[in-house]
Structures are given as structure tokens and as C-alpha cells.
């Protein structure tokens, strides 16, 4: 079961800050936030993940709130290329029966148009 | 080598057909995937390997049998599908199935069509 709400589809201008939101307000202590994109007709691509601090890599920043039940992920100058679903996702990493399981959410929609 | 490749790319069978998929990585991940995904909806965990043993199987129907006959290698045997089976069928590896850095790699699927 997707333990995480997100708004179906955004827009966003290129060369803009995309800012997607998840709330994952059951979200428990030993559960990362995970964030995964697919462009349409192909794999899913893992983008980042989180526990409680803020996380940045090359390809996205994840802010997440101090009570930990929301997030948002950040592109910060979104592309063309950057039209995919987006999918927040929150597992477990260690021992536990939903260990290796990812539950995919219905995502976002987010499309940057020129 | 940072790719899981999948063949067939299309593959249209009639119902009382015998096929399978194939899925192939080489970055020495222990847990590999199959998943199933139709039309936009999101998609839905259908067994894990790992180490090359079946660790999970999401109450799949037999008509789907998977095979890990290798580290490398992740077959999905179909026969007696439905039409209703029809959809994009992804395969995806990790490293192992902890860890909190174990991001699944996923292949550009298979896309199936049961006539």
C-alpha cells in the first residue's frame, strides 16, 4: 500500500524551480522518503532519498519537514527533460516484512513547457 | 555497466502461447525484480529475488512463473495469459534488498499485448 499523497499533475516553466510536494503523514521512524521519476515509455530512475535531513545531489535537492510527514522535492532548474511522472515513495531500509518493496503512488504529472 | 537490459522490447502473444521475458544485469546486484505496469497507473511489485532465491511473490497467478537461473540473469515464463494481462513488464535489480542507499535499477520493460 502507497503510503503517500501527491497532487496529480504541475506545471512548470523551464529554466524554473520545480517543487514537488508528497505528505506521507504515517510515515514511521524507520522509513526513508524516496523519490523516483519515470519519462514516458521507459524505466522508473531513482532520484533521491531522505530520512530527516535535508538531502542534495546533482540531480534534485529533498527538503523534509521536521515532523517528517511531508516533503518536497526540488529541481532546480527544470528541463525539457525533466517531463515525467514523479514518485514519492516511503520504505524501510533495514529488517522488516516490507523489506525490498517498493510501493508506487499514483505520482505527479509534471510537465515544463518552454 | 550501469544498465539492466530487458528483451523483448514488444512481444504480442495469443492466449494459449508459451513466452518469455528476460531481463540481464551486470553490476553484481543480488535482488532483481519484476513488476508490472498498466496503462498509467503506477507500478506493482510482482516478485523479488534474492541471492537467486524467490524471496517474495505478490500473490501473482501461475500462468506467471519466474526464473533467476543466474546472478545476472531474471527470465518471466508466461503461458495461458488473459488479455487482461496486457501491460509494460519492467525487471529491476539492487544490490540486495537492505540497505538504505539499495536504489532499484530498472530496465525499459517489455510491453506486452495478449490477444
Known amino acids: 500500500d502507497a503510503k503517500t499523497t501527491q497532487p496529480t499533475s504541475m506545471d512548470c516553466a523551464e529554466g524554473r524551480a520545480a517543487n514537488l510536494p508528497c505528505n506521507h503523514s504515517?510515515?514511521?521512524?524507520?522509513?526513508?522518503v524516496y523519490w523516483y521519476r519515470q519519462i514516458h515509455s521507459q524505466g522508473p530512475q531513482y532520484i533521491i532519498h531522505g530520512l530527516k535531513n535535508n538531502e542534495t545531489n546533482e540531480m534534485a535537492s529533498l527538503i523534509i519537514t521536521e515532523d517528517r510527514k511531508s516533503s518536497t522535492l526540488i529541481l532546480p532548474h527544470a528541463t525539457l527533460r525533466d517531463t515525467a511522472v514523479y514518485y514519492c515513495?516511503?520504505?524501510?531500509?533495514?529488517?522488516?516484512?516490507?523489506?525490498?518493496?517498493?510501493?508506487f503512488g499514483r505520482g505527479t504529472q509534471l510537465t515544463v513547457w518552454p | 555497466d550501469t544498465e539492466v537490459t530487458q528483451t523483448p522490447k514488444h512481444l504480442v502473444m495469443g492466449m494459449t502461447n508459451k513466452k518469455s521475458l528476460k531481463c540481464e544485469q551486470h553490476?553484481?546486484?543480488?535482488?532483481m525484480y519484476w513488476y508490472k505496469q498498466k496503462a498509467k497507473k503506477p507500478p506493482e511489485l510482482m516478485f523479488v529475488?534474492?541471492?537467486?532465491?524467490?524471496?517474495i511473490n505478490e500473490s501473482v497467478p501461475s500462468r506467471f512463473s519466474p526464473e533467476c537461473p543466474n546472478s545476472s540473469l531474471l527470465n518471466l515464463h508466461l503461458h495461458a495469459l488473459q488479455p487482461e494481462d496486457s501491460a509494460l513488464y519492467l525487471c529491476?535489480?539492487?544490490?540486495?534488498?537492505?540497505?538504505?542507499?539499495?536504489?532499484?535499477?530498472f530496465g525499459p520493460g517489455t510491453r506486452l499485448t495478449v490477444l
Open positions: 529475488y534474492s541471492y537467486e532465491k524467490l524471496s
Open positions: 553490476m553484481g546486484h543480488r535482488a
Open positions: 504515517t510515515i514511521s521512524g524507520n522509513e526513508y
Open positions: 515513495i516511503v520504505r524501510v531500509a533495514a529488517r522488516g516484512s516490507t523489506l525490498g518493496r517498493l510501493y
Open positions: 529491476a535489480s539492487s544490490q540486495g534488498l537492505a540497505g538504505v542507499t539499495n536504489e532499484q535499477f
